[in-house]
């Protein structure tokens, strides 16, 4: 079974915090852990998670912005991290229920009990998901899992797709374009970033020609078809198949 | 001659709305449902309903626009967003009339919520208006000594670059054909070869006589500096050479 890749979101601007616009991603070419939120610190201080980057396993959150960075995944199982079965931020923050979690204490004391180390990861995303999903596919395009875990949180009713996708968070920035396998975004996006690439020296204006005619995905931002989200998921889907 | 640099963060343009909830992190429209003073939005079927905190809270967040004016669901209908670089950028710039459109003060975009195909009309609309503008920019700056031309091709270029926003792929295709050929007729008068440029009009536009036709028209508007033959064909002997003045 092919592994689940990693997706990283980005490119909602109206925030106070750092995101990967086109001219960053081009200019900078890394994906940077200072791109989060205050809240997503007191997160990781709580949790004692380190500073992070985060992926998630797969699923292509459209809250944090319309372009969608999607990556080999076996790179993450040699580098400094950690996994969650779920989005830490959605425990801390009450979004995600589950039995016992009912104080801070409790919530970090479930974080750590199901803390993944990232060598052999990959294999461990991949028994979870013959234990709780129909498929890998159905996993990635948002599918509730068929059964429960001991603790109520995959089947909880008011839980959402974050309390069963796996968070992975390495501690380093990431090259952009180091084993991308594709960038999905609108074509507003891609404009600006074809735009970037063009005023690079050539050499370095080819690499990101490479993704540009080989590696991407571009949707239309004003058309009536899926999302970039969506567009991402399904075509993640259609390689698990 | 050193000629400036292009901004590095180019003014956009996009979409939002039911079902694309795409554009830049700009979510779908939020309607008041009377009489009950909640409201939804488009992107969920069914809509989803939210109460008077949790939208201020979503639209603190930038996770929905909400439009103030009390508005109609159009079947399709999308947001047509603008940031204020886009539509009244600095300096001796062309700027495009805003009178029409809502001012969003927490996005920092204009914005009007519409009709798709009339959201496609009103870009096709201000893409040509940049093009003419950017056109007769580049002929008044091919008449003059090249030393001289640089504010008329910088505001050129900068027409084009706004033009390209204005025709997403594959909408408004003779906007954006008009929007290569003057933003590579700017090129020409920088004395840059357009070379990388047509090949990214290729992505375009796979065909050949369109991105001949983006070359000639570049090279017409750039005369009598633009060099005549073309690089792409292969000519190798002859070499970029400024209109001498």
Redesign the interface.
């Given at each position: 079974m092919a592994n689940v890749p990693l997706v990283r979101t980005e490119?909602?601007?109206?925030?106070a915090a750092a995101t990967a616009?086109?001219?960053g991603l081009v200019?900078d070419g890394l994906l940077l852990r200072a791109s989060k939120t205050d809240a997503t610190r007191e997160v990781e201080r709580a949790f004692d998670l380190g500073d992070c980057l985060y992926f998630y396993a797969g699923h292509a959150c459209?809250?944090f912005?319309?372009v969608v960075l999607v990556y080999d995944p076996e790179w993450s199982e040699g580098v400094s991290g950690g996994a969650t079965l779920f989005d830490t931020g959605g425990v801390y923050w009450g979004k995600i229920a589950a039995d016992g979690m009912n104080s801070g204490a409790a919530a970090k004391a479930y974080v750590d009990t199901h803390k993944v180390a990232l060598p052999g990861w990959c294999g461990m995303l991949q028994t979870y998901l013959t234990e709780y999903f129909e498929t890998p596919a159905g996993y990635v395009l948002g599918e509730p899992p068929r059964v429960d875990d001991p603790t109520h949180r995959l089947r909880g009713p008011h839980n959402e797709r974050r309390a069963w996708t796996w968070e992975v968070r390495v501690h380093q920035d990431h090259p952009v374009r180091l084993n991308l396998r594709l960038l999905c975004m609108?074509?507003?996006?891609a404009?600006?970033l074809?735009?970037?690439?063009?005023?690079l020296p050539?050499d370095e204006?080819a690499t990101w020609?490479d993704v540009?005619?080989h590696r991407s995905l571009?949707?239309?931002?004003?058309?009536?078809?899926p999302?970039?989200s969506i567009q991402a998921e399904r075509t993640i889907a259609s390689w698990l198949l | 001659m050193k000629w400036p640099l292009p901004p590095e963060e180019i003014s956009i343009v996009g979409f939002s709305g039911a079902p694309v909830p795409g554009g830049a992190g700009l979510k779908p429209p939020a309607f008041r449902h009377e009489p009950t003073g909640r409201l939804f939005t488009l992107a969920h079927d069914p809509p989803q309903f939210y109460g008077g905190p949790e939208v201020d809270d979503y639209v603190q967040r930038g996770l929905l626009s909400l439009i103030e004016k009390p508005l109609e669901p159009i079947d399709g209908g999308l947001i047509l967003y603008a940031d204020r670089q886009f539509m009244e950028p600095p300096g001796d710039r062309w700027r495009l009339e805003t009178s029409t459109l809502g001012w969003d003060e927490k996005l920092g975009a204009w914005v009007i919520y519409e009709e798709r195909s009339r959201a496609l009309g009103r870009l096709a609309r201000w893409g040509r208006a940049l093009i003419k503008d950017a056109q007769q920019r580049l002929r008044a700056a091919a008449k003059l000594p090249i030393e001289s031309a640089g504010a008329d091709v910088e505001r050129a270029l900068d027409d084009g670059r706004r033009a390209r926003f204005c025709a997403p792929p594959p909408e408004n295709r003779d906007v954006r054909e008009d929007a290569f050929a003057c933003w590579a007729g700017a090129w020409l008068l920088q004395g840059r070869p357009i070379d990388a440029l047509l090949r990214d009009a290729r992505r375009d536009f796979p065909d050949d006589p369109t991105i001949d036709r983006i070359e000639a028209t570049a090279r017409d508007l750039a005369k009598p500096h633009a060099p005549i033959y073309s690089p792409r064909k292969g000519n190798p002997k002859l070499s970029w050479a400024p209109h001498a003045t």
């Open positions: 490119g909602k601007p109206y925030t616009m086109p001219a200019r459209p809250d912005g319309d609108t074509s507003d996006f404009d600006e074809r735009m970037a690439v063009l005023s050539p204006a020609e540009l005619d571009r949707v239309d931002a004003a058309g009536p078809g999302t970039v | -």
